[in-house]
């Protein structure tokens, strides 16, 4: 499905990615750990189609296409999803025309015809269930005046909502209290299938008692020096990030 | 041209034009004759004059401007693309010119009188003589003393006291004189009683792309008590000057919200001057203009707090692409008197591209110690961040870039109660919008 290799990326001259591998098949969960400043968010940014990000080295196959020639919401439309670490508040632009809108693209991509309005408010019925989000968040303005906790659910909401086959979850689980994470984490349980994968990025273990990952990487200064299964996550929680600091060169 | 050639030319069409008028009361002429007297001494305002700086009108002082023909009968159906909702009151102008063809006034309810000022004057009504040119000062500018000077036309609005109508009226002047150089000088009064309500719309739109000089002036007198909306919609031709001049006077606990919408002319200029002549008054003004190409679009106002207790808000926001200007100057002016006034202003300016400007200028002029006046003006471009989230969700970047500034505009349009209103102004303004950019 994914297949990135020796992708190298830098911001204003600074390489941040230098030399990433990673392939991820349909039906997998691959979670993304690493101290923080190591790259994981410009990851999930290169693939999402951020402009700042230049990539100098490798290349990017998304369902067999060459993903970085193709706008972000070409990525979208494509399947591929970012959950923000930090979703924009965007004053005026109504949530539910925004959602409608999205879901109508990307139909129109997949041949689809478009939902009205009132079937969409059946779909997005069903989705506001599973985040637990009540119907008056539609009315509001994207992200506006949303509490930290709120703002996630709505990355899962959408998430729901545009059914990607890749989804990119930067940090959907820090800041959360552990219930807003259960609910968090449900969302994605519910989505999971043999059709789709996950790249779940976080920096605590926490979030992967919830949803069970298939492979643990760990990105140090902008590289993937460790790959394992669940245990790696849990060898993490016990012993922290100064181990990989200390056989990487870095300073612990 | 040089100014003293457009003074005599002005000079000879009002001599001829006080031919032609065959009746009119004493106390008028003598007003009309002291306005073109002012005008040939002074003539039009000069980048000189602060209140000028940023707009230079020698493209209108160069041009010899005609009155315009009275046309042959309109068809009605042109005008109804611009009448929203209930369209029971209108008075339609054309050219300058009543179009009693396209006028309704027939089921107005007792006490609401709408008719042309000339019928008006003609019928000797005491309230519009005595109101007539007493709030805008001819000796403002050029502009007003060459409107003053021209007096002939336009509509008169009389709400008499307790009188309440909700629903608004329709003020229509169209120009679709394809004839170049023509100009039409509209004077609108509307007197609103004590205890009364009235919402109006003033309307300027152009069924012709010619280059044409409107150049109105009106003045709103406002009652205890008495409750004004007034909406201006400018949709003048993209060749056309329009330079308004709207006087209001409000007395004590009385409220007016003014919905100022520009959107067309190659130099579109209001003056509002709103004063607040008693204790206990709400004032708000909205205001949005969408500038393209080369347009200049320039809002002056002035709110006067004369007396203590009173709220002014005032919300302006802009958006501006290619080679537009837009000038925004907010004066909120505070007598020694006026004690426990709040006042509020913002203005927020959107551009889309590297040439277009800005000047934005808010004024305080306090005199009063115990007040609370805040003002922030703005000016950035659509935010990348936004873009991208939206982008990132399948939604194309024109489009994207669409939904920012319908959002960004938005927030003035919402601020409109009347439903159909609204959402013919919103479609107005979806109208402007095309693949990210203001529609050429
Ligand atoms: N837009 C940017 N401009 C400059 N530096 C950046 C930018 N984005 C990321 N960086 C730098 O790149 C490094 C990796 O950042 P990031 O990918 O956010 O890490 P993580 O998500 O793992 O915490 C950090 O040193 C950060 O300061
Ligand atoms: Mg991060």
């Given at each position: 499905m994914l297949s990135i290799k020796n992708l190298h990326a830098s911001v204003d001259g600074h390489e941040i990615l230098n030399g990433i591998d990673l392939d991820v098949k349909p039906g997998e969960v691959h979670a993304i750990m690493g101290p923080n400043g190591s790259g994981k968010s410009t990851l999930a940014g290169v693939l999402a189609g951020?402009?700042?990000?230049?990539?100098t080295e490798g290349r990017i196959d998304f369902l067999g296409k060459n993903l970085l020639e193709m706008a972000p919401e070409m990525r979208a439309r494509e399947g591929l999803f970012l959950a923000f670490q930090y979703p924009v508040e965007i004053p005026g632009v109504n949530s539910s025309y925004f959602l409608r809108t999205a879901l109508n693209e990307i139909r129109a991509h997949r041949g689809l015809d478009k939902v009205s309005a009132l079937e969409f408010l059946k779909i997005i019925r069903e989705k506001l269930e599973l985040v637990e989000m009540d119907e008056k968040f539609l009315k509001r303005s994207v992200n506006e005046g949303f509490s930290g906790g709120e703002k996630k659910r709505n990355e899962i909401l959408q998430m729901a909502t545009l059914e990607p086959k890749l989804a990119v979850l930067d940090?959907?689980?820090?800041?959360?209290d552990i219930d807003a994470l259960r609910i968090v984490a449900g969302g994605v349980n519910a989505l999971r299938s043999q059709e789709n994968a996950f790249i779940v990025v976080t920096h605590y273990q926490r979030l992967l008692n919830y949803i069970v990952p298939d492979f643990v990487h760990v990105l140090y200064q902008g590289k993937i020096v460790k790959s394992g299964d669940k245990d790696l996550a849990l060898h993490l929680e016990d012993f922290g990030y100064d181990w990989i600091k200390e056989q990487n060169g870095g300073q612990a | 041209m040089k100014e003293t050639g457009i003074r005599d030319w002005y000079l000879s069409l009002f001599e001829e034009f006080e031919r032609e008028l065959n009746s009119g009361a004493p106390a008028l002429g003598h007003m009309r004759r002291q306005a073109i007297r002012w005008f040939a001494e002074n003539g039009f305002p000069s980048t000189r004059q602060e209140e000028w700086r940023f707009t230079n009108v020698s493209p209108i002082s160069e041009i010899k401007f005609e009155a315009a023909e009275k046309p042959?009968?309109?068809?009605p159906a042109r005008i109804l693309p611009y009448?929203?909702?209930?369209?029971?009151a209108r008075l339609v102008f054309v050219n300058g010119h009543i179009d009693r063809m396209s006028s309704t006034t027939a089921q107005l309810p007792h006490g609401l009188m709408l008719q042309s000022l000339q019928d008006a004057l003609a019928s000797n009504d005491a309230a519009a003589a005595a109101e007539l040119a007493r709030h805008a000062?001819?000796?403002?500018?050029g502009f007003v003393a060459l409107n003053t000077a021209f007096i002939n036309d336009g509509a008169y609005v009389h709400v008499a006291k307790d009188v309440a109508h909700a629903r608004p009226l329709h003020l229509l002047f169209i120009t679709t004189d394809a004839a170049e150089a023509r100009m039409v000088q509209p004077r609108v009064l509307i007197i609103v009683e004590d205890n009364a309500q009235l919402s109006v719309i003033e309307r300027y739109i152009s069924l012709a792309d010619s280059t044409y000089f409107a150049n109105p002036v009106t003045e709103i007198v406002i009652g205890e008590n008495a409750n004004v909306t007034h909406y201006k919609i400018q949709q003048e031709s993209r060749k056309a000057f329009h330079t308004a001049r709207l006087q209001v006077v409000l007395k004590r606990d009385s409220s007016y919200t003014s919905h100022n919408y520009a959107f067309g002319g190659a130099i579109a200029r209001t003056d509002m001057h709103v004063v607040l002549d008693g204790e206990g008054i709400d004032c708000t003004l909205n205001g949005l203009y969408l500038g393209g190409g080369v347009q200049l679009i320039d809002n002056h106002t002035v709110i006067e707090h004369r007396r203590p207790h009173c709220n002014s808000r005032e919300f302006y926001k802009g958006i501006l692409d290619e080679r537009a200007r837009a000038v925004f100057s907010g004066k909120i002016h505070v007598h020694k008197y006026a004690q426990k006034t709040d006042a509020m202003q913002s203005n927020q300016n959107l551009i889309l591209s590297e040439e277009a400007t800005i000047d934005t200028k808010p004024q305080l002029e306090i005199y009063a110690d115990d007040v609370k006046c805040t003002h922030g003006a703005t000016v950035g471009r659509i935010d990348e961040e936004s873009i991208f989230y939206l982008c990132s969700r399948g939604i194309g970047k024109a489009m994207a870039k669409n939904l920012m500034m319908q959002a960004f505009a938005g927030q003035i349009t919402d601020r409109i109660k009347d439903d159909a209103l609204r959402e013919h102004i919103a479609e107005i303004v979806l109208g402007h919008l095309h693949d990210g950019h203001l529609h050429r």
């Open positions: 951020r402009a700042e990000y230049s990539v940090e959907t689980d820090s800041g959360l | 042959a009968a309109l068809d009448i929203t909702g209930d369209d029971s000062r001819m000796d403002e500018n």
